[in-house]
């Protein structure tokens, strides 16, 4: 009786607790990240309270390392930390050095092996999942991961007119720029309709080109634009590491010109006097959605920000007849859409992640447990003060 | 007989274009003085009362002469879900006010909580000069519970009188004036 009451309170207790952590849908961890012929990995993933992911990537020795996340509001909804790691060896860890709170850190790899990538959030240094980061409901991300040998790909020069941008290919890529004083730098990268793409910008040693702990030494400013439009549809400035770059954002047409110049160039023209100093440029599409209504990362998962986004774009054509925005395929998104694809929410109320799981089947299983106890001990107590008598 | 019932249903069906909805003006006719704030409902007809169709959201134009009046605000109204569960937008843009909104509910909810018509919300100007003027509707798209369009089958409008500023310093004068002619008056009678 003793052993059966006591399985019963633990197992109980380990309900209890269970019931009252979020589930979040995960894959298995760590995931494996597979680099594709561009040298870019992503995955979408989110996080929420005592939640830590971890991926791992294969790097050879000497090669380049980035790791950048991104979330739909420039970093508005996590505050992350990230580390690399290789046989259990932290190697690198950053905070704040992406857009927002969000964390982006890159590495030359001393070694060859699975390099470890883990997402938390930013109190948890020990990266055990202590922090409550996504209390709420768990946030989106996604990241993004390239790899790539030495020497990386240069730029073209000359690429400053909007006319003659370098080609990335359609995967994305990474490439080494140089921006000297009244220099911008320009590329082009296709995006499939409805997708959105994300661009870095990290900063590299000069002699050696591998990446830099600091990023102080230049100023860059970053800038997407629709085809060869003379105004950016986009703009960062200090999104980055120190005064680096950093963007994700939906695309309105293909090809995106993405182009890099001084802080102070506000309008692309060459008018700064930043540099000369080295980057590594990496971008890639991100978020080729599967199903019409499936507008924002996290990708996978239809929710108010959504809709909110097909609200936002309404009486605008369609970006092609694959725009998931369009949900009556008309060419054009209205409100009509909105309403369609709120009916399309993964979970109820178009929250972002499933509701927490109840209690048990009913709800009540540890309170019967707890009840069964209390019987079994008056019951007990009964007997005794009879046999007394 | 045949003959006859055939060519009343295609009468009665000629009459009412089936599943169209109006969108019409509270009050009708309005008038007002320079510098005064009118407020106009915009109510919706024609819809299930209970059962479907219901309004699930909405994308309207609102016309209005930008020399005559400035538009303040648009106060939505709750039949959509509200704020906590609809998206609302209100904008206006040289003569035009755009409002819309979609609601987050389900379409159980909204045929529970609409009736034959909905008040989508209130539309507020300012008076800017005399004259007549009106708001109409411009550009209308209006869905059900399910997103499916429901079709505009007739838009009213609102007739704006605005008549000159009362000057009121002025009235006030001529107020206290005669309110000091009936005193003495009085005075005089007394003594």
Redesign the interface.
Known sequence: MTTLRRALQLGSLAWLLAARQTAAVEPPEPVALSIGPSGIAVAEGSIDSLDVDRYVVGVAAGELLFVALFDPLDGALLDTRLAISLGGVVLATNDDGGAGFLSRVALRAGGAGSYEIAVTGFRDAAFAGVHPEGAGGAEPYTLVVGVDALPLAGEAEPNDAAAAPNALPAGGGIRRGTLGPLDVDRFSLAVAGGASLAVSLFPLDSATGAPLPSAELGDPRLGLFAGADALPFAENDDGGPGLFANLARPAPASPVQIAVTGFRDAGFAGVHAEGPFDYALLAVPIGVPAARCDVVPAFGVIDTLDIQAIFAARNTPAAGPADPRDADGDGTITVLDASQCRLQCSFPECASAPPPPACGLLGIEPLAAWMLLAAVRRRRTRRTSEVSR | MRTFSTLALGLLLAAAPAGAVSISFVPASISAAVGGQIAVDVVVGGLGDGAPPSL????LDLGFDSSRLAFDSFDFGALLGGPAAS?Q?AGAVAGSVDV?????L??SALDALQGESVAIGTARFTVLAAGESEIAVGQA?L?D?????LRVGSAGSVRVNAGPAIPEPAAFGLFGLGALAVARVSRRRRS
């Open positions: 699930g959201s909405y994308d998206l937008s819309a909104e979609v609601s987050l389900l379409p798209i869905g519970g399910l997103g499916n369009p």
